[in-house]
């Protein structure tokens, strides 16, 4: 009970200082989540013992470029695709090549460097800066992980990736998915995104089974590293890596869903 209780304060601030910085400004939010990736890079390169500065002037200078308005708009298909096929591979090799040695070098660009800056880059995805947009996919995040746990924590038995994750549950993953689409229809009325609400109901949908899949993944690395945790800053949760590993995978999904329209 006590590691419940410190691992949802910890959620909860972690989870206010998002969306305040959302609330202030793009500004704001972009430093702040350049900030958070970079603490997650750090860590993922640790696991991967691949210590490297330049996936960080990468980051820097895409998030300056966003910023600034400086980024032509076919620079973002280039970054997007590879990091698309990227992450196909990654689940590829979780599930179906468990032994795999993975290209590791790309990983610290295709995988957090790109997944990171479109984490950013999704409010401005239609031109000016949309607070409820990202508020909804941030939202719909937390409550599959937090869903998942609770209820893989307390009822989970069939396991559901048990040689990459023995924690993780088939419970826990529908118990996610069900809570998205339930509950969608409530954060579509409550923050009134400037979206359809169909467009909200696939979020629901496709964000459970993308966070999962990312969970899985920083699962895989932690394993062949070695080690339980990313880190140890974030108390109940381990690192940032650890706390972050869902949304920067979902992250060019969204994107990429929101340049189709």
């Given at each position: 009970?006590?590691?419940?209780?410190?691992r949802?304060?910890?959620g909860?601030?972690?989870?206010?200082?998002?969306?305040?910085?959302?609330?202030?400004?793009?500004?704001?939010?972009?430093?702040?989540?350049?900030?958070?990736?970079?603490?997650?890079?750090?860590?993922?390169?640790?696991?991967?013992?691949?210590?490297?500065?330049?996936?960080?002037?990468?980051?820097?200078?895409?998030?300056?470029?966003?910023?600034?308005?400086?980024?032509?708009?076919?620079?973002?298909?280039?970054?997007?695709?590879?990091?698309l096929?990227?992450?196909?591979?990654?689940?590829?090799?979780?599930?179906?090549t468990?032994?795999?040695?993975?290209?590791?070098?790309?990983?610290?660009?295709?995988?957090?460097v790109f997944?990171?800056?479109?984490l950013?880059?999704i409010?401005?995805?239609?031109g000016n800066?949309?607070?409820k947009?990202?508020?909804?996919?941030?939202?719909?995040?937390?409550?599959?992980?937090?869903?998942?746990?609770?209820?893989?924590?307390?009822?989970?038995?069939n396991?559901?990736?048990?040689?990459?994750?023995p924690?993780?549950?088939?419970?826990?993953?529908?118990?996610g998915?069900?809570?998205?689409?339930?509950?969608?229809?409530?954060?579509?009325?409550?923050?009134?995104?400037n979206?359809?609400?169909?467009?909200?109901?696939?979020?629901?949908?496709?964000i459970?089974?993308?966070a999962?899949?990312?969970?899985?993944?920083?699962?895989?690395?932690?394993?062949?590293?070695?080690?339980?945790?990313?880190?140890?800053?974030?108390?109940?949760?381990?690192?940032?890596?650890?706390?972050?590993d869902?949304?920067?995978?979902?992250?060019?999904?969204i994107?990429?869903?929101?340049?189709?329209?």
């Open positions: 009970m006590r590691e419940l209780y410190i949802s304060f910890t909860i601030l972690y989870s206010l200082t998002i969306i305040a910085c959302l609330i202030i400004g793009p500004l704001a939010f972009s430093i702040l989540i350049f900030s958070l990736s970079c603490f997650a890079l750090f860590e993922f390169q640790r696991l991967i013992n691949k210590i490297n500065l330049f996936p960080y002037l990468i980051l820097g200078i895409l998030t300056f470029g966003l910023l600034a308005k400086k980024i032509p708009l076919f620079i973002f298909s280039i970054i997007l695709i590879p990091t096929i990227y992450q196909v591979l990654l689940i590829n090799w979780v599930i179906k468990p032994n795999l040695k993975f290209s590791i070098p790309l990983s610290s660009y295709v995988y957090f997944c990171s800056f479109f950013i880059a409010p401005f995805a239609k800066f949309d607070l947009l990202m508020l909804i996919v941030f939202i719909l995040t937390w409550l599959n992980n937090s869903s998942a746990y609770i209820i893989g924590k307390n009822f989970g038995k396991k559901l990736l048990p040689k990459v994750s924690k993780k549950s088939w419970e826990g993953f529908w118990a998915l069900i809570s998205c689409i339930v509950l969608s229809p409530v954060f579509f009325y409550l923050i009134k995104p979206l359809s609400f169909a467009l909200i109901f696939i979020f629901s949908i496709i459970p089974i993308l999962t899949l990312g969970d899985l993944i920083q699962s895989k690395f932690k394993r062949t590293a070695g080690v339980k945790d990313s880190g140890s800053l974030l108390p109940g949760h381990g690192g940032f890596y650890d706390r972050m869902s949304i920067i995978f979902v992250s060019p999904w994107y990429f869903l929101l340049s189709q329209l």
